[in-house]
């Protein structure tokens, strides 16, 4: 296998990391299927002819079949969308303000206490589902609702309680960009279209306002929340025309580099050239998606394809559909599968 100085991703091109002669070759990037601490696939709810099924469908990286016990996802419940997912817990929303979380490695779903006053379905708010870093069995689902225009009330079920409870109201908020929500540490965080990040912490209710890393903000940059790396901290991928970037949020609010690698842009008027380094080729900038993984990997739709690219090891694992591939626009939840059990929730 050759390898130039633009590495494309054509499938007929490349290797498992683990094949017995993967070891012999000199090649840059190479394809896997993962390892423990990986981001295992994605859930989402593909789309026909322009309208959205209700149907939860679930594709896993790499070569192997779906490690779930009930690949068919029967155990979960109707109607109901998948909105985050945080250690290998996910969260679901359905109709009349009910949520479950669920463990899909364990085929366990669980509907919790509905919340004291409904939540409108059609008004979508910002959730993230918050796994506790001291019990990976203890859970938050944090419900970021709109008041006014430039504030959020704060709504957090704890599993540990069995009950809902209203918090603090952030105020000179901007919106929360739909879809955003993800989780690090015990924390839960959005981005705004400020741009900016939200974060709120369930355990002492307190909010605040995070200046995004450098090149969020410049025109036409792309940029994506999601944790990465055994710290458990926030990152954040800021794909640009030129590089793929991923950064890490430290205690001081300060933002650094983790790692990067560069982009190429070919075809037609777009065509970049490098004179070194081993650059990703691409038609179209690729878009980042949320990520969760111990690895430091990153999720990104590259030309059609879904891929967990991981910059330590430069290992790239494509998400493998039972069927058309969903468009961009599709709304992935990535998932890590752990074998905890869903903890009963308490009784309120």
Known sequence: METSAAMAFDETEWVLADAPFAKDLDVDWVVTDGDEGAVSGVFFHPSTAGRRRICLSYA?????LPALPDPSLSFLPPAAYARSSSRGLLLLRGPWSTYYVCNPATAECRRIPLPPRPHQFNAVPALALVVRPDDPAQFYVVCGLAVGDNGYRFETF????GVWKASIVASSVDSIVPGSGVSAAGVA???TSAPSVLAYDPATEKARVIRPPPG????????QLGEAGGEGGLCCTCVTRAEVLVYCLRES?????LGSFPLAIVGGDDAVEWDNGDPIACKETPRPLRFESTNLEVVLWVDGRVLAVDLETRRVRQLRFDGPTPSQEEDYVSYIGTVPRVTPVASS
């Open 60 to 64: 896993p990286f790499g070569r192997l």
């Open 158 to 161: 704890s599993s540990a309680s």
């Open 189 to 191: 965080y959005w981005r």
């Open 216 to 223: 969020c903000a410049e025109a036409g940059a792309l940029w």
């Open 253 to 257: 609010d300060e933002w650094t580099v």
